[in-house]
Nanobody
Framework: VQLQASGGGLVQAGGSLRLSCAAS????????MGWFRQAPGSEREFVAA????????SSADSVKGRFTVSRDNAKNTVYLQMNSLKPEDTAVYYC?????????????????WGQGTLVTVSR
């Protein structure tokens, strides 16, 4: 399985970005997909996750109401729509795949990782 994240960039506070993560391999449709982020000097933290059904999701309190995770199993792609961005959202964002039916907020529970895409939110 290979994951390729894209869509990061520089945006002003209050703006929006949409991240995409394309997956190779046959396991995508059955896997939980997660988004994590890591700011300089900080640990990697959970952002959002979505089950294979594309309906059941989970998100961190810090992004609830602003970020939405979705997926298109036909395209082997997961998305993270980020609205009302804040400077504290600045980080490298990673997508990850977990071969399980259960979502998790723990990075070590995800075996496959994308390379990360940088999101910078200016004041």
């Amino acid at each position: 399985v290979q994951l390729q994240a894209s869509g990061g960039g520089l945006v002003q506070a209050g703006g929006s970005l949409r991240l995409s993560c394309a997956a190779s391999g046959r396991t995508f449709s059955y896997a939980v997909m997660g988004w994590f982020r890591q700011a300089p000097g900080s640990e990697r933290e959970f952002v959002a996750a979505i089950k294979s059904n594309g309906v059941t999701t989970s998100s961190a309190d810090s992004v609830k109401g602003r970020f939405t995770v979705s997926r298109d199993n036909a395209k082997n792609t997961v998305y993270l729509q980020m609205n009302s961005l804040k400077p504290e959202d600045t980080a490298v964002y990673y997508c990850a795949l977990r071969n399980s039916g259960m979502m998790s907020t723990t990075p070590s529970h995800y075996f496959y990782w994308g390379q990360g895409t940088l999101v910078t939110v200016s004041r």
